[in-house]
C-alpha cells in the first residue's frame, strides 16, 4: 500500500517523508499501520482511502490502496 | 520606559513639516503597538465619515511592542486608515524587514495626514526624516522604484515600503510591499497612500532592539530556543519545508478549497497546484522575514527567469487557482507577480476576478463589457489580462478596480449573490462551510472578511491534539466540531480573537504563536515582559487584545454599520456544490443565534452589537462612550 501524508503528518512520516509505501500481509487495520509507524492518530484529521473519505478507526487497507492522511490545516 | 522607542513621526504631507510625539508609559500599557496604539488615533483624530481618499484622512503605520525583537515571527507592523474597500476601520500587516527597520530607525509609528502637491517619497534615516520628490517613479513598477530608491540614497540595505501604479490609480484593493515580497493587502491601505501623492517610504536604523529591553538577555534567551523549536514542532516545521503552498492539498481532501467563486470546495485539478507542483515547476530558493527561524517564504521562476517579488502565497494560489477555476501554477505565479508589481491585493484582485467570471458565465458580463475576453472560469491569459486592466483602470478593470460590491451594485441583478464578500471586502481563500469559527470571523471583523481573526476550527477538533494542548494556557480545553456553532464554540472564538488581536498589537505573526503554530502562550508573554519590564498576566495581555477591537468596533459604529453588517455571503447559506462536504451550508438560524450569543460574551448588546459602558470602562475605554452614536448608546 502507499500511504501519503499531508499538513504537519509528514513531520512524523519514517523520516519525515512525505510518502511511503508499505508491503502488507494481508487486509490489516489502517489504525495499527498507523500505530506501527508511530504516527499518533489524535493528530489525523482526514483520512481518504482510494479518493474517499475514509475512518482511521475502521478502515481496513489492501496491498493494492493508496491512503492519504491529512493534519488539520489553517490560514495565513 | 523598556521595549519602545515611544516616539511617533508625526507627517504633514500638505504643508510638508513634520513633528516628534513622545508617548507615556501609561499610555504605551494600553495601546502597545500596533493594532492597539493605530486604533487608538484613528478614533481620536480621524473625523467621523472622512472620505478615504481626502486629504483628511490618516495612514498610520505602527509597528507592534515586539516588532523587531529578537524573538522568530516578531516582524509585524500594522498600515491603518479608514478603509476605501470597506468604508470602516482598515487595517493590514506585514511582516518581512521595514517594520524592524522602523524600530532601528527610533520610531514605533508614522502618522501621515494632508496630501502632498506632487508625488513624494518620505526618506527616514534614523531621526534624519526628508521628503523627496518620486515624480520620476510615479507610474513604475515596484521592483523598478525600490532599486531606483536605493541606488538614489546610495545604500543598497535601505527598506523600502511602497505602492504600486495601482495605488496611484486609487484601486480600492490595493496595497503596499516591503522588500517587494511582504505585503500590507487587504483593506486598499495602498490607495489611501496613493491618495496623498505618497509613492514609498524609505527607512534605514541602526538602534538594536536589545539596548532597548528591559532584561535583554532574557529575550535573547527565548529567542535562541525558539529558533531551536521550529525544526522540532510538526506546525513550524511543515511551515519551514511547504509553506503556505502546503496548504492546498489538505483543504481539497477536506473539502474546504473554495473554488470557482466558492461554489465548490473540491478542485478537479488540484494536483496542477499543489505543492509538490510547486516545488517542481516554481520554487528556486527559500527566505524568511527579520530574525524569523520559521522560513516559510518562497522564491520563484516566472517566464524562465528568478522573479524580484517571491512566490505565490495560499490566498494567492487560491484566489486565482482553483477559485478561477485555473490549473496553470505559471499563470498563477505570473499572476501573483503581477499583483505585487502594481501592488494589488492577490486575495480581492483574486477574488474579483472570479466573481467577474460568474457574472460573464451568466451573462450580466459580455465580451462587449470585457473587450473581448473570453472572461470564463479557467482562462488563464484573460485572468492575467484582467489583473492589469484592473491595475490601470482599464476598460472593464475600472468597474472591477471598484471591488466585487461595487461592482455588483453597477452591474445589477444576480450579481450581489456573485460578490462573495463582507462589508465590501472579499473573503480569504477559506471556505466557512467547513469551519464555522472561520465564518464568524468573516462575519464580524472589523475589517471585512478576514481570515486571520481566530485559529482555524480544525485545530481544535480532536480531544488530545498538539493545538488544542497547546491552548490551554489561553483557557481553551474542550475539543469541539469544526462544524458547529453554539455557546461554547462562542466562549472559544472569543478568546481566539483577544488572542488573535494582541498578536497585531504586539508584532507577532499568525505563524509564530500557538495554537497556530510553535511559540507557547507563556513564551509570548515572557517575551512581552522581558521586553519592558512589566509583569503582565495572560488575562492582562488578552485584555490588550480585546481593548483593540473594541475600538475598531467603535470606529465601525460610528460610521454607521450595525449588525445587518455582521453576516456573510448569501451562497455560504447554501450547500456547496461538490467534494466531501457537498450540501453542506452555514445554519442560518443557529448562525445568527451564535452572532447574538458572541455579542453577549463580548459585553456588547446582545442584539445591536454595541459594547456596553460596563466593557467599555473594565477595558479603560470609557472615554470612547461618547464617540458611540446617539442612536446606539
Known amino acids: ?76 | 520606559m523598556y521595549g519602545t522607542t515611544a516616539k511617533i513621526l508625526r507627517v504633514d504631507l500638505t504643508s510638508g513639516t513634520f513633528e516628534t510625539e513622545t508617548l507615556s508609559e501609561e499610555f504605551y500599557r494600553l495601546y502597545p503597538g500596533g493594532k492597539a496604539l493605530a486604533g487608538y488615533i484613528l478614533l481620536n483624530e480621524l473625523p467621523p465619515h472622512t472620505d478615504p481618499f481626502s486629504p483628511d484622512n490618516l495612514l498610520v503605520i505602527a509597528s507592534g511592542l515586539l516588532t523587531g525583537a529578537p524573538v522568530s515571527t516578531a516582524t509585524r507592523y500594522v498600515v491603518s486608515g479608514r478603509s476605501p474597500l470597506t468604508g470602516g476601520y482598515g487595517e493590514s500587516e506585514a511582516g518581512g524587514f521595514w517594520g524592524p527597520e522602523l524600530k532601528m530607525a527610533g520610531w514605533e509609528a508614522i502618522v501621515v495626514k494632508g496630501k502632498a502637491p506632487k508625488p513624494v517619497y518620505l526618506w527616514i534615516n534614523g531621526d534624519q526624516v526628508e521628503i523627496r520628490s518620486a515624480e520620476h517613479l510615479w507610474g513604475k513598477m515596484t521592483a523598478e522604484v525600490q532599486e531606483a530608491i536605493r541606488t538614489e540614497l546610495a545604500d543598497e540595505k535601505v527598506r523600502v515600503l511602497q505602492i504600486g501604479p495601482a495605488g496611484e490609480k486609487l484601486v480600492r484593493f490595493a496595497g503596499l510591499t516591503n522588500d517587494l515580497r511582504h505585503f500590507n493587502g487587504r483593506n486598499g491601505l495602498g490607495a489611501v497612500m496613493g491618495s496623498k501623492n505618497l509613492r514609498a517610504i524609505a527607512v534605514r536604523g541602526s538602534q538594536r532592539y536589545q539596548a532597548m529591553a528591559y532584561d535583554a538577555k532574557t529575550l535573547l534567551g527565548i529567542g535562541g530556543r525558539l529558533a531551536k523549536d521550529v525544526k522540532e514542532n510538526p506546525l513550524s516545521w511543515d511551515l519551514q519545508v511547504r509553506g503556505t503552498p502546503g496548504l492546498v492539498e489538505p483543504l481539497n481532501a477536506g473539502g474546504i478549497l473554495p473554488t470557482r467563486n466558492f461554489r465548490q470546495g473540491a478542485f478537479e485539478n488540484m494536483d496542477d497546484v499543489k505543492w509538490e507542483a510547486y516545488e517542481k515547476e516554481l520554487l528556486t530558493a527559500r527566505r524568511t522575514c527579520y530574525a524569523c527561524a520559521v522560513r516559510c517564504k518562497r522564491e520563484v521562476a516566472v517566464d524562465g527567469r528568478e522573479s524580484p517579488y517571491g512566490g505565490p502565497e495560499y490566498e494567492t494560489i487560491g484566489a486565482f487557482g482553483p477559485n478561477c477555476g485555473v490549473s496553470d501554477i505559471h499563470a498563477i505565479a505570473k499572476a501573483n507577480e503581477l499583483c505585487n508589481a502594481y501592488m494589488l491585493d492577490s486575495i480581492s484582485c483574486g477574488a474579483t476576478i472570479a466573481f467577474a467570471m460568474e457574472c460573464f458565465e451568466h451573462g450580466l458580463l459580455t465580451v462587449g463589457d470585457t473587450g473581448g475576453l473570453d472572461l470564463r472560469f479557467g482562462n488563464a491569459e484573460a485572468m492575467l489580462t484582467m489583473i492589469e486592466m484592473i491595475a490601470r483602470r482599464e476598460g472593464l478593470g475600472d468597474l472591477l478596480a471598484e471591488g466585487s460590491k461595487r461592482a455588483a451594485e453597477k452591474i445589477g441583478g444576480e450579481a450581489a449573490f456573485f460578490a462573495i464578500q463582507v462589508k465590501g471586502q472579499e473573503l480569504a481563500m477559506h471556505e466557512p462551510r467547513g469551519k464555522y469559527n472561520v465564518g464568524m470571523g468573516y462575519a464580524i471583523s472589523e475589517i471585512g472578511a478576514d481570515h486571520l481573526v481566530v485559529t482555524h476550527d480544525p485545530a481544535f477538533a480532536k480531544p488530545d491534539a498538539i493545538q488544542l494542548k497547546a491552548a490551554a494556557p489561553l483557557g481553551i480545553t474542550k475539543a469541539l466540531p469544526p462544524r458547529s456553532l453554539g455557546e461554547e464554540k462562542m466562549e472559544m472564538f472569543y478568546i481566539l480573537e483577544k488572542w488573535g488581536s494582541l498578536e497585531k498589537v504586539v508584532g507577532f505573526c499568525f505563524f509564530g504563536p500557538a495554537p497556530r503554530s510553535f511559540i507557547p502562550p507563556e513564551d509570548v508573554l515572557l517575551s512581552i515582559n522581558s521586553a519592558t519590564g512589566w509583569n503582565l498576566t495572560m488575562d492582562e495581555a488578552l485584555q490588550i487584545g480585546e481593548r483593540a477591537t473594541n475600538m475598531a468596533r467603535i470606529f465601525n459604529l460610528r460610521e454607521g454599520f450595525t449588525r445587518k453588517d455582521d453576516t456573510l455571503p448569501e451562497r455560504l447559506f447554501q450547500g456547496l456544490e461538490n467534494g466531501p462536504l457537498q450540501g453542506n451550508a452555514i445554519p442560518r438560524d443557529e448562525f445568527d443565534a451564535s452572532l447574538t450569543s458572541l455579542y453577549r460574551i463580548k459585553g456588547w448588546h446582545p442584539e445591536t452589537g454595541v459594547p456596553s459602558r460596563e466593557r467599555l470602562e473594565a477595558l479603560s475605554l470609557g472615554w470612547a462612550l461618547e464617540m458611540l452614536p446617539q442612536e446606539t448608546k
Open chain 1, 1 to 76: 500500500m502507499k500511504l501519503t501524508s499531508g499538513g504537519y503528518l509528514t513531520f512524523y512520516m519514517p523520516e519525515r517523508k512525505r510518502s511511503i509505501e508499505i508491503q502488507l500481509n494481508g487486509p490489516t487495520p489502517l489504525k495499527e499501520i498507523l500505530t506501527d509507524l508511530h504516527i499518533p492518530l489524535e493528530e489525523i484529521h482526514l483520512v481518504a482511502l482510494n479518493g474517499e473519505q475514509a475512518d482511521v478507526e475502521t478502515a481496513i487497507i489492501r496491498n493494492a490502496d493508496v491512503v492519504q492522511i491529512f493534519s488539520s490545516v489553517d490560514g495565513g
